[in-house]
């Protein structure tokens, strides 16, 4: 099993960035497919971005492409999460998730191992 703590949330300007961490426990970090989501008051959770367990292959939600880079490091067993141009929308508890699913996904129910979320917050 994995355990997964974020960090590096915090408050920016718009326009602005923030680069979050995901620190993974376990010796099976490399053998997940990694996935970022996030979180607004009185919203679901939605879908940020993900990467393979060999970074391969990445998907991104559209409204961060172009804007956000998700990247992994299998020997520090962390995955981390590049956000640049920041906007006030992008305001969110933001969490990292794993899954042991064949292929990456966007779809949160896939996802079994959660961080405990790291807050984002952009002024406008």
């Known amino acids: 099993q994995v355990q997964l703590v974020e960090s590096g949330g915090g408050f920016v300007q718009a326009g602005g960035s923030l680069r979050l961490s995901c620190a993974a426990s376990g010796r099976t970090f490399s053998r997940y497919h990694m996935g970022w989501f996030r979180q607004a008051p009185g919203k679901e959770r939605e879908f940020v971005a993900a990467i393979t367990w060999s970074g391969s292959s990445i998907r991104y939600a559209d409204s961060v492409k172009g804007r956000f880079t998700i990247s992994r490091d299998n020997a520090k067993s962390t995955v981390y999460l590049q956000m640049n141009s920041l906007k006030p929308e992008d305001t969110a508890v933001y969490y990292c998730?794993?899954?042991?699913?064949?292929?990456?996904?966007?779809?949160?129910?896939?996802?079994?191992?959660w961080g405990q979320g790291t807050q984002v917050t952009v002024s406008s």
């Open positions: 998730a794993a899954t042991g699913s064949a292929v990456v996904t966007i779809r949160a129910t896939l996802y079994d191992r």
